[in-house]
């Protein structure tokens, strides 16, 4: 409801991400940094999903990472110039930056593969899944979402993240699909 938002809004402060719980592609998802935008951003997220989200807001670089079979596949770093890595920036936009390697020192990116694993563990994936994490200002790693059924188009990001540890498009699909077969 609106006075959930507000309260949401209240405990956590500003700046802040509202957005549908069931959505993807960031679509209605807004950036919040202040009261007066709190419920135009909860109304246009609630156009999408009756349940809406409302968090803190973390600032700093955004990785994605792909798991294949129990395996954490090479993270993924994204650059975007717009506030969030937003649907724009996903499939319009000609300047959103895909980092392999990510960008990260070998411990943080070990610590990043590590909570990767344990977020695909704690929420039972079999087979195949995509972790949105984000890194804030003090190092420390903010887990966005684990996403059970990740785009495959040929820009998507599982993909590429399966191309950066040698598997070509079809490798790719037919070992979702032996996984899926055999239950795992």
Known sequence: SEADC????????????????HEGSSIGMAKVAATAELIEAWQAASAYDAQVLVEQWVQGPEFTIATLRGEVLPPIGLGTPHA?????AKYLASDTQYRIPCGLDTDKEQELRNL???ACEAVGIRG?????VMQDA?????????NTVPGMTDHSLVPMAARAAGLDF???????????????
Do not use: C
Request: charged content about 15%; cysteine-free; overall charge negative.
């Open 116 to 118: 990767t694993a344990r």
């Open 84 to 88: 969030f890595y937003d649907y724009d």
């Open 170 to 184: 079809q490798q790719l699909v037919l070992a979702i699909l032996d996984a899926s077969m055999a239950g795992n």
């Open 138 to 146: 003090s190092g420390a790693f903010w887990l966005l979402e684990v």
């Open 6 to 21: 507000q309260a949401a809004a209240h405990s956590l402060g500003f700046p802040l991400i509202v957005k549908p719980a």
């Open 128 to 132: 195949w899944a995509r972790v949105d």
